[in-house]
């Protein structure tokens, strides 16, 4: 099932479409280069859009498709957000992403759409391996950008911004970034570091503790907590995503807790009925203490430009001593 997020790292692609499948979206671009209706079997609206305004840069694709929801972020974010005519049913960020056409989702994207659509481009993940190859086959120009850590968020934005005609503003962003994670560095540099376990996905509200997939060694997230002033207390054989039961965070026995719960409201709860199932192990170094947290908010799973906010929470909670709100 996919995720709020962007789905995790080596995560299956979906599946090449059949044969005949093949030659029907030929025919259907075919149809499409001569200006002609395109009836898309996923039930848009039966007239193309009309195409955008020019594009400020020669060359620059005007129909933009992001099959990954920190891509549609990047692109907003380097602002050509206009030039985007497709996403997935779970991009959300900004606002006005909710009003433009759905093509599927992470692990099954609809060709169909995309032709339909009359996309000049398709922004997707390195993971992509299959939608990738089969849109190559369709004609469809692809861009593949990787997140699987800071520097990756960072070459993507970079990437994209390169290839929309962006550059300028995609390096204002990425300078805004490093200054910010800078900023952190440099303010916790000489303080204690705490040992922190970040679930990423779990039950809750049950009031009990059970299947909890925590961040691992050499995960996006273990790199957060070091940049901001952490250490990263699970280390529990080689999985990146290992699952932990009660006993076995009791074992870990962290410092600090940080639930990351992006689904949270729409499942209806509240921070502290989150926290209330931490508190079924009161044994816990940090629940004894008081040091569970839970972040709720989407960029916090969404490894995109809005990743170093996640940075700047974490090092809000394990250093609440710092003066953050001075420059």
């Known amino acids: 099932m996919d995720a709020p997020g962007d789905s995790a790292p080596n995560a299956p692609s979906s599946p090449a479409p059949s044969p005949e499948r093949r030659r029907t979206l030929v ?3 075919g149809v499409a280069l001569v200006g002609l209706v395109v ?12 195409a955008p305004r020019e594009s400020s840069a020669p060359g620059a694709p005007s129909r933009i498709v992001s099959l990954a ?16 005519v497709g996403v997935t049913r779970f991009c959300d960020h900004p606002a006005e992403v909710t009003a433009i056409a759905k093509v599927g989702g992470y692990h ?4 169909e759409a995309i032709v339909g659509l009359r996309a000049d481009l398709v922004v997707l993940l390195r993971e992509h391996e299959r939608p990738r190859a089969y849109l190559g ?6 861009l593949s950008v990787g997140n699987a850590t800071t520097d990756d968020i960072l070459d993507s934005i970079m990437t994209v911004g390169r290839r929309t005609g962006a550059e300028a503003r995609a ?22 570091r705490s040992r922190v376990l970040v679930s990423v ?20 997230y273990d790199e957060a907590i070091l940049l901001a002033g952490g250490e990263n207390a699970c280390s529990v054989g080689g999985a990146t995503y290992p699952k932990l039961s009660a006993e076995g ?7 600090v807790i940080v639930d990351l719960a992006a689904d949270v409201k729409t499942a209806g709860l509240t921070e502290e009925q989150v926290i209330a199932d931490w508190r079924s192990i009161p044994g816990a170094r940090a629940v004894r203490e008081g040091r569970v947290h839970v972040i709720s908010e989407v960029y916090a799973v969404r490894p995109g430009p809005r990743f170093v906010s996640l940075v700047e929470d974490l090092a809000r909670i394990l250093h609440p001593g710092v003066d953050w709100g001075r420059e």
Do not use: C, N
């Not at 009836?39 to 009309?50: C, E, M, N, R």
């Not at 086959?137 to 692809?142: K, V, Y």
């Not at 996905?201 to 996006?220: C, E, N, Q």
């Open 108 to 111: 099954d994207p609809s060709y």
């Open 249 to 255: 965070v009791l074992r870990i026995d962290p410092d």
């Open 201 to 220: 996905g779990r039950s809750m509200g049950s009031g009990s503790l059970k299947d909890v997939y925590v961040a691992g060694r050499g995960t996006l």
């Open 39 to 50: 009836v898309a079997s996923f039930g848009a609206k039966a007239l193309l859009a009309p």
């Open 27 to 29: 025919r259907v671009i």
């Open 171 to 192: 390096r204002e962003l990425v300078e805004d970034i490093r200054a910010r994670l800078a900023r952190v560095q440099e303010r916790t540099r000489d303080l204690g």
């Open 69 to 84: 929801p920190s891509i549609t972020e990047i692109l907003f974010a380097l602002g050509v957000g206009d030039r985007v």
């Open 137 to 142: 086959e369709l004609g469809i120009e692809t």
